[in-house]
């Protein structure tokens, strides 16, 4: 694709996203081997440099799709240092 910037490619997670993603889910009602095992099956991509029209979020962003099925994703953004899971409208494709 020659028409994306760099700062619009992905990275993979790392060992401090993937814990973040794991505690969550703990939050979430997961034990703590559940979670960590279900945040490294997730197929998680991040951007660093996140960036909406105006006026929007800019920063870094991690799509998250679980490994149950591509129905199953969240979206996650960071406000003050704390990552926060993103409402979306249809909230049907939520882990379960």
Known sequence: MDNI?????????NSSEIKQLASWLQKQGYDANDAALTARAAYVAVYDNYVTCCP???GKLISVVWDGSPDCFDVFTWCEGKMLREDRDDNDSEVQ
């Open 5 to 13: 910037s760099p700062s619009q490619s992905p990275r993979s997670p």
């Open 56 to 58: 929007g979020y800019c």
